[in-house]
């Protein structure tokens, strides 16, 4: 259950159910139901009270604030017909983080420490609200905090190893990164794998090109979970080989900036229709100042020519949108940078500028290894100008990736 | 109701149901409840049963693909207890989607066009599911498929136009995009004009640093929506004038990129921290190849000096993070790539380099217009490193469009 007048209006997205969602998953518990609603205490009881018609374990996450409108701690109380009670084991936890921070305490936030009478306080260290736990007859409720990092935090600290001590028997998880695949021909190959009940069960996310996916086995034996996990896992290989880039949950551009960094292998890129966004994206990840030199966008042809040296003639006879010219490209932006390394992207994201031969969705991805060109021409669902970017520019990563794990550009 | 495997196991985020609050929030319908269920038809009818008794409308997003995992018709059928029956009109519509891409059509996609007796079709033009809606006894479903870019378009073609017939009265909207004033600070001073049942009604958003503010109003006259709506403004305006930097709900990258092609002023960019999410931000809006020159992500100190002749002394005595080295950045980018305004950004996005007198979240951001440079340092919440990356770009974005709006840089 997530509680918020910004979530129920449209103002934000509520982003906390799904990461709670999956790592439940990674526990063996499966999300049911998820009920969003307003800050209005009688609206969010109804919400508590339909989520437990349909599941024991209840979480929810926001209304745990100071002002009026944070009414988590009135509808758990209805619902459990409780009193609010002032928690002095609260109130210390709001007291000690304001005195960490050397402010005062507004006088709002002792309505903070209310509780209904006998909840269980879940320390708060990363922001004031505390949460809590109330569990009676069998039913189980969790009030988290609504701001993602501090939901999170909370989780991983207090909720996740209070349930994974009940989690009866093993859960065994792999992961596999898959690119080159369509979404729909994958669910066809991989068949009966995903069908509900399936175990092990194969789920699978779709982002901007690359398919996650993640292969969960229980039993009651935690070697028998394990061991049909690796069984799976085997037949999975064998059959996908060819499409999967990285065995595990990690991001491209972790793996990628992983490899990089324990190479000491200088990166660049040019971008021109991804602007950015490839660089950008490898910056993510922490200690890539160590590899990462400069990078261009060149969305022009004049910059393209001026900043990395791509020759008029290429541009003319190939097209901005070619292997020749990202070829180019990415050798400019080696040399430019004096990286050993360089990432190389030209493509027409729409929505104008697509032609009966190169079509909005065309993307060119170059990518130069201590001087050795590759090249691609590829087609990426037209679907939006932002889908064909993002896209873009994650391929361009795992073209660069496949390169280091076939194992070029060694330390 | 978000309907979807992947959304309750939370492989994905629903981002349906939030643009859906707010596209009826502009018609001046509140959603009042949102559910997610998985891809079984008990649990999809179940979801649209709860629906209904919090709301005489539901809209219903997912689960009219092509596989037995869609569940979305049948659970329509059995809450409205009609039969399934094969539309000719809805088979119309998938053939010719498959018609414009000249593929033939997969027997799966048959199951499509089997939709509850009577509904009506709803036209997809944008992908293969037909979309459907159902008015019974003072209650209204409308199934929209779950692809965002799918659900967005029908939704704006078949159902708002719709919708929009039947609100009673008029309604009037104003936006204003607001920077520089923290949302607890906003929230403060806007006060009353923001509770519940408050006409005209003030909703607001925030991303990365930046208020999305919306006024709305309503009366039974719409000449008098329309000027209780510009009563309010004006008072808002006079209210929070120093921080409103553009009246209208574009996102700031609209409104700059709109300003720089209309000027034809070229414009170049060097990224430290944000690493290309500043250009990429700006080269969302289509047309601005027109201006966008070359930009440059200058991560190390090497790379600035190298790349855009930031001096080695003004690196050593004033550090990266400073204002000396962004302006120099910033002359440097626009000299670089030829253009006439240039944005330069070097900050502390964490989670490590902070110091205590340059703490994570400090951001230097400098701006070249015509060769003059204005630069400022501040400090953005360092939630994550994510956040402050994205809140920077932004920022600097709206420090240049500021300088256009106060006269800078005529065509």
Not at 174 to 200: D, H, K, T, Y
Not at 256 to 273: F, K
């Amino acid at each position: 259950v997530a509680l918020g007048d910004e979530l129920i209006l449209g103002a934000s997205v509520d982003t906390n159910t799904s990461w709670l969602a999956r790592e439940l998953l990674g526990l063996g518990i499966e999300n049911t139901r998820t009920l969003v609603a307003g800050d209005d205490e009688a609206d969010a009881a109804e919400a508590l009270r339909l989520a437990f018609a349909a599941a024991p374990l209840v979480i929810v996450t926001g209304g745990l604030g100071p002002t009026e409108d944070d009414q988590t701690r009135h509808a758990a109380a209805r619902v459990f017909s409780r009193e609010l009670v002032f928690s002095d084991e609260a109130w210390q936890g709001v007291v000690a983080w304001f005195e960490r921070r050397g402010t005062e305490i507004p006088a709002a936030n002792r309505r903070q420490a209310l509780l209904p009478a006998r909840a269980q306080v879940l320390r708060n260290l990363t922001g004031t609200a505390p949460g809590f736990a109330i569990e009676e007859a069998g039913r189980l409720l969790l009030a988290l905090p609504g701001p993602p990092a501090e939901m999170r935090a909370m989780f991983t600290d207090a909720v996740r190893p209070r349930l994974l001590a009940r989690v009866q028997g093993g859960l065994a998880q792999r992961s596999f990164q898959i690119q080159g695949l369509p979404e729909a021909r994958f669910a066809e190959e991989v068949g009966e794998w995903m069908a509900r009940g399936a175990n092990p069960l194969i789920g699978c996310s779709v982002k901007d090109g690359i398919l996650s996916v993640t292969l969960r086995a229980r039993a009651a034996d935690p070697d028998r979970a394990q061991a049909l996990a690796d069984s799976r896992a085997a037949q999975f290989r064998e059959r996908f080989q060819r499409y999967i880039f990285h065995e595990g949950p990690e991001p491209v551009e972790e793996v990628l900036g992983g490899l990089l960094i324990a190479r000491r292998l200088s990166v660049s890129a040019a971008e021109s229709c991804t602007a950015g966004l490839a660089a950008a994206q490898l910056a993510r990840v922490p200690g890539i100042s160590a590899v990462l030199g400069a990078t261009f966008v060149t969305y022009s042809n004049a910059a393209k020519m001026e900043v990395l040296g791509v020759r008029a003639e290429t541009l003319a006879s190939h097209g901005a949108v070619s292997e020749q010219v990202v070829a180019e490209m990415a050798l400019g932006a080696a040399r430019r940078a004096g990286a050993r390394a360089a990432l190389a992207i030209s493509g027409i994201a729409g929505p104008g500028g697509g032609t009966p031969e190169k079509p909005v969705g065309s993307v060119a991805l170059g990518t130069a290894v201590d001087g050795r060109v590759e090249t691609r021409l590829v087609r990426l669902p037209p679907t939006t100008r932002e889908s064909v970017r993002a896209g873009a520019a994650n391929l361009a990563l795992v073209e660069l990736l496949r390169r280091l794990l076939r194992g070029e550009g060694p330390a």
